[in-house]
């Protein structure tokens, strides 16, 4: 005979399957995972959302799978949490995968539910968080497993350069549990903990005959050093979520808004002296490009990105004035501040993305050229060299550019300048604006000339100080308006900010097309 039903009776229904969704796969599974330094995809989410903001969302789905033994292993939630809180009080979506349920496989309800949290995000406009730590799709399921796969494909798609996209590598990951964050904006790995990869080094050796370590093929030192895949590097869970918080503190919460504002005790009108002692007016002499970016913003605090990758460049944000800026900047103590195929790669993605979220751009600039060589030529230089192009002439975010030392060649296009639609072309007066340094313009130019002279040295010196006065500096370039304003150092970020502030209502126009072909 059915028993009737009550409220109480209902009630621990509830309660129990509640408690089962909590347990994940099991304390025997969770003792595995905690023994392992790694916390559980609930307690991940804790940290990252303020305190009982989270909201829960498809708590007791479950797979609907029979086959191959999935009666039995049926839990509610199947292996992800979602839903939606907030942090520092603003309105995040997430999703954290249960490696211990199924190892966190991405079954067909499992991919479902992360696709309703996606298309929630993408409907209110909010930033979506994905905390992943899975083996990949769910062989139990087979093929109908992939429509939701293909979803979080198409969703991760649909939102970028909607909402910010930031992904959490928590533990190994393969297959869908890679690329889907690799379709996000940011990527943040664990040390000695996360690793992506397509296919692990078993299917590998099987295939190539290559032997290789799961650390060695898709860790976080090859991501953040090599492929660039990665953007950050945490020591442990808790750092990798105050990454993501950090990070997000500097963006707007869709396209449609301004990065928030953060009131600044750092005087604006602050002048710096320091910055005519930290780089050399002696252009053979290298300096550290980051002293001269921390001297110039709010507090000295610069957050960089992929410090690691292709380091000759540097990315990151800062705040001006309270207000988030990316700052491009060259760094003239690797390659000597060339740009390369990576460097190129890496700044172009970082154009785009703060020219979709409505963030000023200031680049810092002392590049000599693109580097030099036949594996760079090989490597495709032309067409990466073009992305920066691309990305600076389309985005229409305000943008600053400053040239310090070297702008010569090609290089000058790619950091930006005038006819490349830079708002604001700011010089120093050591600045050289030129196709060739000095010295080898005038060997090309004079070169006949220097070699039938009777003191070939003493005539190319003097032939070097008459180009170097008359087009070897800013004001030549000022003279054909090239260059807006000749600053001094020391007030570098007085006249940055006031360029920020003149350009703050800057109009962005509606693209008449739906998208160019970036050389990608």
């Known amino acids: ?7 109480q009776s209902e009630l621990e229904r509830l309660e129990a399957l509640e408690k089962k969704a909590e347990m994940g796969g099991g304390p025997k599974a969770l003792e595995r995972h905690h023994s392992r330094g790694k916390l559980t995809a609930r307690k991940r989410l804790d940290l990252l959302f303020d305190a009982d903001s989270f909201v829960e969302v498809n708590k007791l789905a479950q797979s609907q799978s029979i086959d191959f033994g999935m009666q039995e292993k049926k839990v509610p939630g199947d292996g992800v949490v979602t839903g939606y809180g907030t942090i520092d009080g603003r309105l995040v979506f997430a999703y954290a995968q249960d490696v211990t349920v199924l190892g966190g496989s991405v079954g067909t309800i499992h991919g479902q539910k992360i696709c309703r949290i996606m298309d929630e995000a993408i409907k209110v406009k909010a930033p979506l968080v994905a905390l992943n730590d899975s083996g990949g799709g769910r062989l139990h399921e087979g093929f109908f497993a992939s429509k939701g ?27 869908v549990a890679v690329y889907s964050p ?3 904006d940011f990527i ?6 996360s690793h992506m990869v397509i296919t692990g080094p078993h299917i590998i050796k099987s295939v190539t005959g290559e032997e290789i370590s799961l650390e060695e093929l898709g860790g976080a030192k090859v991501h953040s050093e090599i492929t660039g895949q990665a953007h950050f590097v945490a020591e442990s869970d808790q750092e990798c979520i105050e990454i993501i918080k950090k990070l997000l503190s500097y963006l707007p919460s869709n396209n449609g808004e301004q990065p928030p504002v953060v009131k600044s005790n750092d005087d604006p009108d602050r002048v710096d002296d320091s910055l005519e002692e930290i780089v050399p007016a002696d252009f053979r002499k290298s300096y550290d490009m980051h002293q001269v970016i921390l001297q110039v913003v709010d507090n000295q605090d610069f957050y960089e990105i992929s410090p690691r990758f292709a380091p000759n460049i540097i990315i990151g944000f800062a705040r001006m004035d309270g207000c988030t800026v990316g700052i491009v900047a060259n760094q003239p103590r690797i390659k000597a501040g060339c740009l390369d195929v990576d460097a190129s790669d890496k700044a172009a993605r970082f154009i785009r993305f703060c020219d979709a979220f409505n963030i000023a751009l200031i680049n810092f600039v002392d590049v000599p050229g693109y580097f030099p060589g036949v594996a760079q030529e090989r490597a495709g230089i032309i067409r990466h060299g073009a992305k920066m192009l691309y990305a600076y002439a389309e985005a229409t975010v305000p943008k600053i550019t400053l040239a310090l030392r070297k702008e010569y060649g090609g290089a000058v296009m790619g950091m930006c300048c005038m006819g490349m639609g830079v708002d604001l072309m700011l010089a120093w007066p050591i600045a050289q604006l030129v ?4 010295t080898a313009a005038v060997n090309l130019i004079f070169r006949k000339e220097i070699q039938a002279a009777d003191n070939p040295d003493e005539l190319r010196q003097q032939k070097i100080e008459e180009y170097d006065y008359k087009y070897s500096n800013p004001y030549h370039a000022a003279s054909n308006m090239l260059v807006d304003s000749v600053i001094k150092p020391r007030e570098t970020r007085p006249q940055l900010i006031k360029a920020l502030r003149m350009l703050k209502n800057k109009q962005r126009p509606e693209p008449n097309k739906r998208h160019g072909n970036i050389p990608l």
């Open 149 to 175: 796969v293909a979803g979080m494909f198409y969703r991760n798609t649909a939102a970028s350069g909607l909402i910010p996209q930031i992904t959490g590598m928590m533990g190994s990951c393969a297959g």
């Open 182 to 184: 690799a379709l996000t």
């Open 435 to 438: 196709v060739l340094d000095t």
């Open 1 to 7: 005979m059915t028993q009737s039903k009550t409220h």
């Open 188 to 193: 943040v790995m664990v040390k000695g903990q």
